[in-house]
């Protein structure tokens, strides 16, 4: 009896085995599609949001999958990766900013789309609100109006005799209109005239520094995107050259820009994982709020100062939450 007892559980248990195994291939793995424009320029970025999803329970390759496709500097191929994550319907799929935002809400109605660092949501027609976006697209706002109108007024704390600002912006970029708008709204309150200066691609950056030095512009604004982070050195090389200052986000004051003020883009990828891990839990996109940033962060770069020949105010540089020397 207890030979064919033991038999016996040792043919259950094997035959439970091949149940457990299938149990394992069969549980639902998660893809989430990331649409941007280079690894390099989100790699700290994209390190903390994996963090984060495997810190929520996400492990890649077992319950989740990321899709990276990188225009890699051609716009015009965004579209087309686009079109190729719908196609491997992919559960969410996660951009960037703006410019990415737009696309992917070309391509899709229905997959949840959350951008990391959105500058204008509600302005570029992505969301309805703040509040209750409305449709499949939700995220993280970096508030490109205002902190582009606090990064004029720390300027002007920092050279106040400066009375023209050049502003370079990109027409194709949703979220700049309103960026432009803000500024130069808020330009005669600070003393400040307001030069607009379009540019479409890296190709023009030159062509722009030559009408703004025409003009006898005082400093240079910069509003990002993907493109023009990865050109960050070239622009602070052209700055210094013509010994104006640059201001704009991280990346153009560590290329060698005067000062930036912004959200910590990091932080923001990180918390976006947490936008991924509640919408693929059954959250409904339409009704998670856009998270606005609550910590901003001063740099300046005390080394570009000296070679403009500026003398800073110690209590700009005493608030200053990173100073390049």
Avoid: C
């Amino acid at each position: 009896m207890l030979r064919r007892d033991f038999i016996t559980r040792l043919g259950a248990a094997a035959a439970a085995l091949p149940l457990a195994a299938r149990a394992q291939e069969t549980r639902k793995l998660y893809r989430v599609g990331f649409l941007g424009d280079s690894p390099a320029v989100f790699a700290d970025a994209i390190e903390a949001f994996r963090r984060e999803l495997r810190d929520l329970g996400w492990s890649e390759g077992r319950n989740i999958a990321i899709e990276y496709r990188w225009a890699e500097g051609r716009l015009e191929r965004m579209h087309e990766l686009a079109e190729e994550l719908v196609r491997l319907k992919v559960d969410i799929i996660v951009v960037p900013s703006s410019i990415y935002t737009e696309v992917a809400k070309r391509a899709t109605s229905t997959i949840p789309i959350i951008f990391m660092s959105h500058a204008g949501p509600i302005e570029s027609g992505h969301v309805d609100s703040l509040s209750r976006p409305g449709g499949n697209i939700t995220g993280l706002s970096v508030m490109l109006p205002e902190t582009s109108v606090k990064t004029m007024e720390l300027l002007k704390e920092a050279v106040p005799a400066l009375s023209l600002v050049a502003v370079i912006w990109d027409p194709a970029t949703p979220s700049h209109g309103p960026g432009l708008k803000a500024v130069k709204a808020a330009g005669p309150a600070l003393g400040l005239r307001i030069q607009s200066v379009p540019v479409h691609s890296a190709t023009e950056y030159d062509s722009g520094f030559t009408s703004i030095v025409g003009e006898h512009a005082d400093a240079v604004l910069m509003l990002g995107t993907p493109l023009s982070f990865a050109g960050a050195a070239r622009l602070a090389e052209l700055a210094i050259k013509h010994k104006l200052p640059l201001l704009g986000a991280r990346e153009f004051a560590k290329a060698g820009g005067l000062l930036s003020f912004g959200a910590n883009r990091v932080d923001l990828f990180r918390h976006g994982a947490i936008y991924v891990d509640k919408i693929l839990k059954g959250a409904n996109p339409a009704e998670l709020p856009v998270e606005q940033p609550t910590k901003f962060e001063l740099l300046i770069n005390l080394k570009t100062a000296k070679l403009l020949g500026l003398i800073l105010p110690p209590q700009l540089l005493a608030r200053a939450d990173e100073v390049i020397e």
